[in-house]
């Protein structure tokens, strides 16, 4: 008999508990809460990307019919964000942004709303937009921010002026010194990269109510308490007047990992004094999505006559739109992604999020990772054709491992991606990179790597026993489709508990009820809130075992909890049920409940080696390794890939299911993002991609099977050993499809994404 604390039995193909009723169409997510009685709202967007607002009139809507309320700057004129407080939730007296909230509208129905927000009198006097990175950075740029001076700096450390909303930088080493040797062989290449709208199925949505003072918030989020925070500091309340909740939600990528439409609906609900529903049409989530961002990227590199990096420096820049957001906080991705894979003897990377007069950009599964991947993996294969070294080769000798210094000081452990290179080779061996088929069109192959890394944070998890036997998990996770709440969780508990994993039930999360987390993102929910939920298990393990050990006259050390049973270890029917245990326990000492909390302490990194960084160094590194073969058009440029392979470090795989579905997913995304979409922005500031006929993702006839390879054993604090799987199967695809683009073609990728039209130029002879 396995004891409760073998990591095994939480080791299953357990299938969601949700697919059936969402595959039916029954789920309700929030878009499908607002009843009868609630209000419906909707959001005046600024028309210029950039202009002062000399008059904003709302008088003329409010008589309108239906209209119940309406909200301006002067409801909510404070200022948030993340590192640097610089977002208003309105325009104030200036617009920044095209599709900028001026105002919003509350109305019996959501027709009465639109035609109010029609008759709201807005008049702008005009300014020059600053809408890209080199316009934002020249010598006689306007400021997107005039007063940046006087925002309030919420992390203190980063250098900042002028349109360069924050900058992260790493120094590690004498790179001058390394590049003045004049036994090296130095390669520099630049790459540039659009920005990706995460098209998730639901929109962003929320409904509000006020009722006895308090704010209750039901929304479509991953962080329900970022939301808490940022609606308490926006509207001036205490956090403790704003409870969220959060039903399924249907699509996040990290589109939904901060807060958006839900100050605009708690204002709205206390001036009416009804439940206001605000959500984003597809058009409006289309032009003021949080996209991945559009970003610029440089690298050099000095490489020895032994094939070894001794020295690497580089920049990104990275558009931020017109406020800081989260990407003041992926700035610090870069030393971990552009770094991470190699190496280096000395690193001198600076990365700068940009302000401009576009709509605001934000995280997206693997963040800046996925471009920093393709430009570094492209660059790698660039050194090699500059030293005449096979590339699987010299990956093979050059990436991190067991004991290397990473960018900015920390010391890896255990060695996982040469391995991981070994069991990509063992199993598809390496015939040729380049040539030509047999139908006449360009053949190309490559193998990438890439590393990621887990966020870690607060969490918390509280753990009930009832009456049946069965246990309710009550934390702040949410279920982004993802099916980690669904699965791993309750596979995590169920081990711990004795239990079968149908037997957890998962409460939705609920602010007045849960403790504080980050979110869900980043790949973190197995790995904090799994080991948030195994202490919670701990106290609910102990106080049983006491329970049981005096009803059954032995030692609880002696006692294991299994199948839904307390019995003594190695004698089977020996004990009783759980049932029994909790209705004693009930009787005599009370209803059986624990709490847990985790956190990770910091990996530590060198002294002095990374400035305005929010983690200077990895705790749970991730590593994969991607390998495909494509076939391209000469005529056309039209690419099809004929293979894709991945062996992805998992730490523990504790529900294979599971991860095959995030590894074929996060794949097809990032083909999406290599070969074909694009967001845009035109003269006037505004997206050019307003609907789904204009912005072309993956179809049903551009997916191929992803064949996969799970790679256990490596490091990790996670619990059972376990790291997140959804973020990291994004991350290589678009350096693999590019290197494998590149050898077909004989031509240098040096931006995303590689449509047709744009193969086809490389192919005639221009570079791309």
Same mark, same amino acid.
């Given at each position: 008999?396995?004891?409760?604390?073998?990591?095994?039995?939480?080791?299953?193909? /357990?299938?969601?508990?949700?697919?059936?009723?969402?595959?039916?169409?029954?789920?309700?997510?929030?878009? @499908?809460?607002?009843?009868?009685?609630?209000?419906h709202?909707?959001? =005046?967007?600024?028309?210029?990307?950039?202009?002062?607002?000399? *008059?904003?009139?709302?008088?003329?809507?409010?008589?309108?019919?239906?209209?119940?309320?309406?909200?301006?700057?002067?409801?909510?004129?404070?200022?948030?964000?993340?590192?640097?407080?610089?977002?208003?939730?309105?325009?104030g007296?200036?617009?920044?942004?095209?599709?900028?909230?001026?105002?919003?509208?509350a109305a019996?129905?959501?027709?009465q709303?639109?035609?109010?927000?029609?008759?709201?009198?807005?008049?702008? !006097?005009?300014?020059?937009?600053?809408?890209?990175?080199?316009?934002?950075?020249?010598?006689?740029?306007p400021?997107?921010?005039?007063?940046?001076?006087?925002?309030?700096?919420?992390?203190?450390g980063?250098?900042?002026?002028?349109?360069?909303?924050?900058e992260?930088?790493?120094?590690?080493?004498?790179?001058?010194?390394?590049?003045?040797?004049?036994?090296?062989?130095?390669?520099?290449?630049t790459?540039?990269?659009?920005?990706?709208?995460?098209?998730?199925?639901?929109p962003?949505?929320?409904?509000?109510?006020?009722?006895?003072?308090?704010?209750?918030?039901?929304?479509s989020?991953q962080? %329900?308490?970022?939301?808490?925070?940022v609606?308490?500091?926006?509207?001036?309340?205490?956090?403790?007047?704003?409870?969220?909740?959060?039903p399924?939600?249907g699509g996040g $990528?990290?589109?939904?990992?901060?807060?958006?439409?839900?100050?605009?609906?708690?204002?709205?609900?206390?001036?009416?004094?009804?439940?206001?529903?605000?959500v984003?049409?597809?058009?409006?989530?289309?032009?003021?999505? =949080?996209?991945?961002?559009?970003?610029?990227?440089?690298?050099?590199?000095?490489?020895?006559?032994?094939?070894?990096?001794?020295?690497?420096?580089?920049?990104?820049?990275?558009?931020?739109?017109?406020?800081?957001?989260?990407q003041?906080?992926?700035?610090?991705?870069?030393?971990?992604t552009?770094?991470?894979?190699y190496?280096?003897?000395?690193?001198?990377?600076?990365?700068?999020?940009?302000?401009?007069?576009?709509?605001?950009?934000?995280? +997206?599964?693997?963040?800046?990772g996925?471009?920093?991947?393709?430009?570094?993996?492209?660059?790698?294969d660039?050194?090699?054709?500059?030293?005449?070294?096979?590339?699987?080769?010299?990956?093979?000798?050059?990436?991190?491992? @067991?004991?290397?210094?990473?960018?900015?000081?920390?010391? $890896?452990? &255990?060695?996982?991606?040469?391995?991981?290179?070994?069991?990509?080779?063992?199993k598809?061996?390496?015939?040729? *990179?380049? &040539?030509?088929?047999?139908?006449?069109?360009?053949?190309?192959?490559?193998?990438?790597?890439?590393?990621?890394?887990? $966020?870690?944070?607060?969490?918390?998890?509280?753990?009930?026993?009832?009456?049946?036997?069965?246990a309710?998990?009550?934390?702040?996770?949410?279920?982004?489709?993802?099916?980690?709440?669904?699965?791993?969780?309750?596979?995590?508990?169920?081990?711990?508990?004795?239990?079968?994993? @149908?037997?957890?039930?998962?409460?939705?999360? @609920?602010?007045?009820?849960a403790?504080?987390?980050?979110?869900?993102?980043?790949?973190?929910?197995?790995?904090?809130?799994?080991?948030?939920?195994?202490?919670?298990?701990?106290?609910?393990?102990?106080?049983?075992?006491?329970?049981?050990?005096?009803? =059954?006259?032995?030692?609880?050390a002696?006692?294991?909890?299994?199948?839904?049973?307390?019995?003594?270890? &190695?004698?089977?029917?020996?004990?009783?049920?759980?049932?029994?245990?909790?209705?004693?326990?009930?009787?005599? #000492?009370?209803?059986?409940?624990?709490s847990?909390?985790?956190?990770?302490?910091?990996?530590?990194?060198?002294?002095?080696?990374?400035?305005?960084?929010?983690?200077?160094a990895?705790?749970?590194?991730? +590593?994969?390794?991607h390998?495909?073969?494509?076939?391209?058009?000469?005529?056309? &440029?039209?690419?099809?890939?004929?293979?894709?392979?991945?062996?992805?470090?998992?730490?523990?795989a504790?529900?294979?299911?599971?991860i095959?579905?995030?590894?074929?997913?996060?794949?097809?995304?990032?083909?999406g993002?290599?070969?074909?979409?694009?967001v845009?922005?035109?003269?006037?500031?505004?997206?050019d991609?307003?609907? /789904?006929?204009s912005?072309?993702?993956?179809?049903?006839?551009?997916? =191929?099977?992803?064949? +996969?390879?799970?790679? !256990?054993?490596?490091?990790?604090?996670?619990?059972?050993?376990?790291?997140?799987?959804?973020?990291? %199967?994004?991350?290589?695809?678009?350096?693999? /499809?590019?290197?494998?683009?590149?050898?077909?073609?004989?031509? %240098?990728?040096?931006?995303?994404?590689?449509?047709p039209?744009?193969?086809? #130029?490389?192919?005639?002879?221009?570079?791309?």
């Amino acid at each position: 008999m396995k004891n409760a604390h073998d990591p095994s039995l939480a080791v299953m193909d /357990l299938p969601r508990r949700d697919a059936r009723d969402k595959l039916r169409g029954r789920t309700r997510y929030t878009v @499908d809460q607002a009843g009868p009685e609630v209000l419906h709202a909707v959001l =005046l967007r600024a028309t210029v990307a950039s202009a002062r607002i000399t *008059r904003l009139d709302v008088t003329p809507a409010l008589t309108m019919a239906g209209v119940h309320a309406i909200a301006t700057h002067r409801d909510a004129p404070g200022l948030h964000g993340i590192g640097i407080a610089d977002h208003p939730i309105f325009a104030g007296d200036t617009v920044r942004y095209h599709g900028e909230p001026l105002a919003v509208i509350a109305a019996e129905t959501l027709a009465q709303a639109r035609r109010a927000a029609k008759a709201v009198i807005v008049e702008y !006097e005009a300014m020059p937009p600053v809408l890209t990175l080199q316009a934002a950075l020249a010598p006689d740029a306007p400021l997107v921010h005039p007063g940046w001076e006087s925002y309030e700096v919420l992390h203190p450390g980063a250098t900042r002026g002028g349109n360069i909303a924050w900058e992260a930088r790493v120094d590690r080493g004498d790179t001058d010194a390394a590049f003045a040797r004049d036994d090296v062989t130095i390669v520099e290449g630049t790459y540039d990269v659009g920005r990706q709208n995460h098209l998730s199925f639901e929109p962003r949505a929320v409904i509000a109510s006020y009722e006895d003072g308090r704010f209750h918030i039901q929304t479509s989020t991953q962080a %329900p308490w970022t939301v808490k925070h940022v609606v308490a500091r926006v509207l001036e309340v205490p956090e403790s007047a704003v409870r969220v909740t959060v039903p399924a939600v249907g699509g996040g $990528f990290g589109l939904k990992f901060d807060c958006s439409l839900e100050p605009y609906a708690a204002i709205l609900a206390r001036k009416s004094g009804r439940a206001v529903s605000l959500v984003n049409s597809r058009r409006e989530e289309m032009m003021t999505c =949080l996209c991945r961002e559009n970003a610029e990227i440089h690298i050099r590199s000095a490489i020895d006559t032994e094939g070894e990096i001794v020295a690497r420096e580089a920049s990104v820049l990275m558009d931020c739109g017109a406020y800081g957001g989260e990407q003041v906080f992926l700035t610090t991705m870069t030393a971990h992604t552009l770094a991470g894979n190699y190496r280096l003897g000395a690193a001198k990377i600076v990365t700068r999020a940009v302000y401009t007069n576009t709509p605001p950009n934000g995280a +997206f599964r693997a963040c800046n990772g996925v471009y920093n991947t393709f430009a570094l993996e492209r660059h790698t294969d660039e050194i090699c054709a500059a030293i005449g070294m096979d590339p699987f080769e010299f990956r093979r000798r050059n990436v991190i491992g @067991d004991g290397d210094i990473g960018a900015t000081g920390q010391t $890896f452990q &255990g060695d996982v991606l040469a391995p991981m290179l070994d069991r990509m080779a063992d199993k598809y061996p390496v015939e040729r *990179r380049s &040539g030509r088929l047999p139908d006449g069109r360009l053949y190309g192959r490559a193998t990438t790597v890439g590393t990621w890394f887990i $966020f870690v944070g607060p969490s918390a998890a509280t753990v009930n026993l009832n009456a049946d036997g069965s246990a309710t998990l009550v934390t702040a996770g949410v279920e982004i489709g993802s099916g980690t709440m669904m699965q791993s969780l309750p596979q995590i508990v169920a081990a711990n508990l004795g239990i079968h994993p @149908d037997a957890v039930i998962v409460k939705t999360a @609920d602010t007045d009820a849960a403790g504080r987390d980050l979110g869900v993102g980043g790949g973190r929910t197995t790995v904090s809130i799994g080991a948030a939920s195994e202490a919670a298990c701990a106290e609910v393990r102990e106080k049983l075992l006491t329970v049981a050990a005096r009803l =059954l006259q032995t030692n609880a050390a002696a006692l294991v909890l299994t199948n839904g049973r307390v019995e003594v270890d &190695g004698k089977p029917g020996s004990g009783m049920t759980l049932k029994a245990v909790i209705a004693e326990a009930e009787l005599t #000492t009370g209803p059986i409940a624990g709490s847990g909390a985790f956190t990770a302490p910091g990996t530590t990194a060198m002294p002095g080696c990374a400035t305005g960084h929010f983690i200077d160094a990895i705790d749970i590194p991730v +590593f994969a390794v991607h390998d495909c073969e494509v076939a391209v058009d000469e005529i056309s &440029g039209r690419c099809e890939i004929l293979s894709y392979r991945v062996v992805q470090d998992v730490g523990r795989a504790l529900n294979r299911r599971a991860i095959h579905g995030q590894i074929q997913g996060g794949v097809v995304q990032g083909i999406g993002y290599a070969l074909t979409e694009e967001v845009t922005i035109g003269p006037d500031g505004a997206v050019d991609q307003t609907g /789904l006929e204009s912005y072309r993702v993956p179809l049903a006839g551009d997916v =191929l099977p992803i064949d +996969f390879e799970l790679y !256990e054993g490596a490091p990790s604090l996670g619990p059972l050993g376990t790291k997140g799987a959804g973020e990291v %199967p994004i991350l290589n695809v678009a350096a693999s /499809l590019a290197c494998a683009i590149a050898n077909a073609t004989g031509k %240098p990728v040096t931006s995303l994404p590689m449509t047709p039209e744009r193969i086809a #130029t490389l192919i005639a002879g221009e570079a791309l």
